[in-house]
């Protein structure tokens, strides 16, 4: 059977929700098994999303198949957002932390910048990571434990910083603190 009308057949009972996103990630545990994860994760990043999944589906197993052809049914955008949490677990959470707080207005560009620089499963990774618009890379900092704990750290750190009352003297000095929602301390 061609594998667009496969793709079709499984897009047809790919459920929606929770259970659906279940099915995507036992398909990559399933391609995992053969697959290194960073090759997994790289092909669901590629840009021609479809075609890349198609090609690596060819010739395989059955059953690895039919994973491949799963994650190309779940559609570009689906699939990505399902196996982020994925992608973050294969990097060192301080570094998907540091990308997220310290490249925020870049986080595209920085993930590909790191994903050049990276070898094996990183790439991968950080190619993966590299879709995500900042609202889906917060909700995925702010859902995994790991890495919620260490971006607590640097909130805390930055609200503890001594720019804000640095500022504020500066302004105050001008008379100016006031005006712009700052103490004044005149």
Do not use: N
Not at 56 to 75: F, V
Not at 154 to 178: F, H, I, N
């Amino acid at each position: 059977m061609h594998p667009m009308r496969r793709i079709e057949e499984i897009k047809s009972t790919l459920e929606v929700g929770e259970a659906g996103a279940a099915e995507i990630r036992a398909a990559a545990r399933l391609l995992e098994a053969s697959t290194p994860v960073g090759e997994v994760l790289a092909a669901v990043a590629a840009p021609e999303f479809t075609a890349t999944l198609i090609a690596r589906s060819k010739g395989c197993l059955a059953p690895e198949e039919r994973a491949w052809l799963t994650l190309a049914a779940a559609g570009a955008r689906r699939a990505r957002l399902t196996l982020a949490w994925r992608a973050s677990t294969v990097l060192c959470a301080a570094e998907v932390v540091e990308v997220f707080a310290s490249h925020c207005a870049h986080l595209q560009e920085e993930c590909l910048r790191r994903m050049e620089l990276a070898a094996g499963d990183a790439a991968g990774a950080w190619a993966l990571l590299s879709w995500l618009s900042d609202q889906e890379m917060r909700r995925l900092v702010r859902g995994r434990p790991a890495l919620a704990g260490r971006y607590r750290k640097v909130e805390d750190k930055a609200a503890a910083s001594p720019r804000r009352s640095t500022l504020a003297t500066a302004l105050a000095g001008l008379r100016l603190g006031a005006g712009f929602g700052l103490p004044s301390l005149g």
